[in-house]
């Protein structure tokens, strides 16, 4: 859907609403032609103006989702079940939410086709073999999609098929906010925010959903299928210890958006930073974030007759503002997932340390409140964000000196909210490499976690090895002595990991090697080549301090 947005402040006195933005796009269409929708993120029947324009003066609808092996194939070499890309729990959250729009489809006199192969071809072969004079999809500013895009849009041109599509993932369109800003992305949020300043279309009325739809046409010899189990693509069934408790589809997510918005107080006092990361059994925050990906369903109500509420950056409406600043610079900047070639981005040298890389992925590294993080990522696809922010200052600026897009390979892998732009922009942003400098300001993986849970009681649920370990040692349980350790079932270098590093020397370290890469890169001028940032690494490990190596050497990981 598309939601817009009025902002507001105790300065300027303006009010907030959401509603739906027409697209600016307005084509006349014969009567009686065939529209096809190509579904991909936008899997909803709310507020979705591509697939009410497709409904539109048309004969049949034909509604098509492309099931991608780049996306689903089973890839056995992966560090976890699932494809190249994409963990189960993605994949199966996926799945549902397929599953539910073919529901709401069925409902409305319609239902999915679900067709399999390259995206881009498979559509292109769609749009030759059936009456189609209309295609309709939402935009997309991924890369992946870009370029799929061109690809088909080509195709229809010189097939005189008309081509709808419309910004309806965001509240604002990232290539007026660019074009605002002089043809570069905005860097910070507030920036953002005045260039984005009232949408134009904020007075515009809230779109409803359809009451039906127009029958699917005639699909001749192409192979339909109806949506596929995860059995089906060839995984195996997904134990229910390993299952997310997060369910798919807009159903679940409407469903959830009404759970959140009914306690008026809550939202109108709601902010991100704070928040507690270690609640599970009711999460402190509103666990909207896997659906914005796919259904960004109209959010009129969050302040509807609440008479008070905090201000973006921290509200509610703040938060999808976040998300709109990141796509936006996402968008507008070249090879913003990965260092090499990103001009926002500090040229940093990274350790390449596999070893460390896998202790920390794979729950490992010895330090509880960060393990009990990355388990509660593998089983549920999701975990706060102050979570987040712990587990990826750890493996960055915090302790290990890992490069961020190891760890925003991990999280794109196994999040079920998993977002090209807000990934890599908070990977970005957490390491210290853009947006934020602030690099001595570090999340401790002990202290952290305790002021939130000092019983231990989320790193008792996500690692029960520790569950009989006093609470005086659960965030540091190799301060244990032995006695101690063997009442609590659970010895530390056998039954649980001795920490990979130690905290204190750690930290020490990526301050240093940090502070030299900035000054580094200041007095290049920001302009640091490949050459450049090979001999920064030969100084920094010539320049090593020579502490004794038992202080901050890796102890041997623990399988």
């Not at 201000?311 to 990965?338: A, I, K």
């Not at 659960?474 to 301060?479: A, G």
Request: aromatic share 12%.
């Amino acid at each position: 859907m598309r939601v817009s947005l009025c902002l507001s402040s105790s300065s300027h006195n303006r009010f907030l609403r959401f509603c739906h933005r027409p697209s600016s796009q307005n084509p006349s269409m014969a009567s009686g032609s065939g529209s096809l929708v190509w579904f991909r993120k936008g899997l909803r029947i709310h507020d979705n103006p591509a697939l009410q324009h497709a409904a539109k003066e048309s004969e049949f609808v034909y509604p098509v989702f492309v099931i991608d092996p780049h996306f689903m194939k089973p890839d056995p070499n992966a560090f976890s079940p699932g494809s190249s890309r994409a963990g189960l729990n993605r994949i199966q959250f996926l799945l549902e939410s397929l599953m539910d729009l073919d529901s709401s489809l069925q409902k409305l006199g319609s239902r999915l086709l679900i067709l399999k192969g390259d995206p881009g071809e498979v559509i292109i072969r769609c749009l030759k073999k059936w009456d189609v004079k209309r295609l309709c999809f939402e935009h997309d500013t991924d890369l992946y999609y870009q370029a799929l895009d061109i690809k088909v849009k080509n195709y229809a041109s010189a097939s005189g098929i008309e081509v709808f599509s419309p910004v309806s993932h965001t509240l604002f369109d990232p290539a007026d906010i660019i074009q605002k800003n002089g043809g570069r992305p905005p860097l910070s949020y507030q920036s953002f925010l005045k260039l984005a300043g009232q949408p134009s279309w904020a007075s515009s009325p809230l779109s409803t959903m359809l009451s039906s739809l127009p029958p699917v046409g005639d699909v001749g010899a192409c192979e339909i299928s109806s949506v596929p189990t995860v059995q089906e693509l060839g995984y195996e069934e997904i134990g229910q210890d390993e299952l997310t408790p997060f369910r798919g589809g807009e159903s679940e997510a409407l469903k959830r958006l009404r759970e959140s918005i009914h306690n008026k107080e809550w939202v109108a006092n709601f902010e991100k930073p704070k928040g507690d990361p270690s609640a599970f059994l009711k999460p402190a925050t509103t666990v909207l974030s896997p659906y914005l990906k796919y259904f960004y369903q109209c959010l009129t109500d969050v302040y509807k007759n609440v008479k008070r509420h905090t201000s973006p950056p921290v509200s509610l409406v703040g938060q999808l503002l976040w998300r709109d600043f990141f796509y936006t610079v996402g968008f507008g900047t070249p090879n913003f997932d990965r260092m090499k070639g990103n001009r926002i981005c500090k040229q940093i040298p990274w350790n390449d340390d596999d070893e460390l890389l896998a202790a920390w992925r794979e729950a490992r590294t010895g330090y509880p409140w960060i393990d009990a993080i990355m388990v509660q990522l593998r089983k549920w696809g999701w975990m706060h964000h102050l979570a987040r922010h712990c587990v990826a200052c750890f493996l960055t600026r915090g302790d290990l000196f890992i490069h961020w897009e190891k760890g925003r390979d991990v999280f794109e892998r196994l999040l079920i909210d998993s977002d090209w732009a807000i990934n890599n922009g908070n990977w970005l942003w957490l390491s210290c490499s853009s947006f934020f400098y602030q690099y001595n300001r570090i999340y401790s993986p002990i202290s952290f976690g305790k002021k939130y849970d000092p019983n231990g009681n989320y790193i008792r649920h996500f690692l029960p090895i520790l569950k009989d370990m006093p609470k005086e040692y659960i965030y540091e349980p190799w301060k244990a002595p032995p006695s101690i350790q063997a009442r609590a079932k659970c010895i530390i270098g056998k039954d649980y990991p001795k920490p990979v590093v130690c905290h204190d020397s750690a930290i020490k370290e990526c301050k240093r090697k940090l502070a030299e890469a900035y000054a580094f890169d200041k007095r290049l001028g920001g302009s640091v080549t490949e050459e450049d940032l090979k001999k920064l690494r030969r100084k920094l490990e010539e320049d090593e301090n020579p502490e004794p190596k038992t202080s901050r050497t890796r102890q041997k990981l623990i399988g």
